[in-house]
DNA sequence: CAAATATACATAAGAATCTTAGGTATTGAA
DNA sequence: TTCAATACCTAAGATTCTTATGTATATTTG
């Protein structure tokens, strides 16, 4: 079956974690409407993805929360602590490798 | 969970066609050692990933199947159909859009 | 002002894709 | 003769995502 909107194909952590190495603190729907910005609306960052992911991060010990209310709307603001910034290092070079790997394989032209 | 090896994220399918795009025909085995050696080893692609996928493919009539005996071993050798050609063209298409979508969000410094 | 859209969080079912761990059998090398 | 390589295969379970909800507030628009 095939989908309509473009996979984040497991790179969705390393998203997280990059946007919050250069930004202090963002909070979820922040980081929904960031990912479709920065991507010309063709990459969908949905919710049911993001939160899930979010809660991990926090589990794992890669990102602490403040809330912070607006009105009487609240915000659950991330940031990453010691151990979410080495990761956010780590992974970043992972999907570089990846990305680097991949063209390595697609471009080359093989002789039979 | 950490993964030990790095992932596929998605592009099985991809690489499968790539490959069988600029080979006749190609056998699974074939494929797992090409895919490895073109990205010095640090692609695995598992015979439990290949396998069904190349099954799938065959199934949505992507892939056509000749079986060649070698001795008393037989190869399942794999062909892109005409579906499959225009497949593998846009396959390779939604990839690069893909990376040029995560190089955009993951590259770009972003002002607070 | 009412209705629709945007903001902001969340979860749960199910699909898709992969890893891990087996299994069978033949061939070649040590 | 035993081990590694070749060559196929499947099944259980993990992970990651989509799709579909749900709740509530705030803002825009007709």
């Known amino acids: 079956m095939q989908q309509k909107n473009p996979l984040l194909k497991g790179s969705l952590i390393t998203i997280i974690l990059k946007l919050l190495s250069e930004n202090d603190k963002m909070y979820g729907y922040e980081i929904t409407r960031i990912v479709q910005e920065l991507s010309q609306g063709s990459l969908k960052l949905t919710e049911g993805a993001l939160y899930p992911s979010l809660h991990k991060l926090e589990a794992d010990g890669l990102l ?4 912070e209310n607006i ?4 915000r659950k603001y991330y940031s990453l602590t010691k151990k979410g910034k080495k990761e956010s290092v ?3 070079k992972e999907l570089n490798q990846f990305f680097t790997q991949m063209q390595q394989v697609l471009n080359l032209k ?3």
Chains 1, 2 share one sequence.
């Not at 602490?64 to 809330?67: A, G």
């Not at 009105?71 to 609240?74: I, K």
Request: cysteine-free; glycine content about 8%; aromatic content about 0%.
């Open 64 to 67: 602490e929360v403040s809330i």
């Open 71 to 74: 009105g009487n709307r609240s």
């Open 90 to 92: 780590e992974k970043l």
């Open 110 to 112: 093989l002789s039979v």
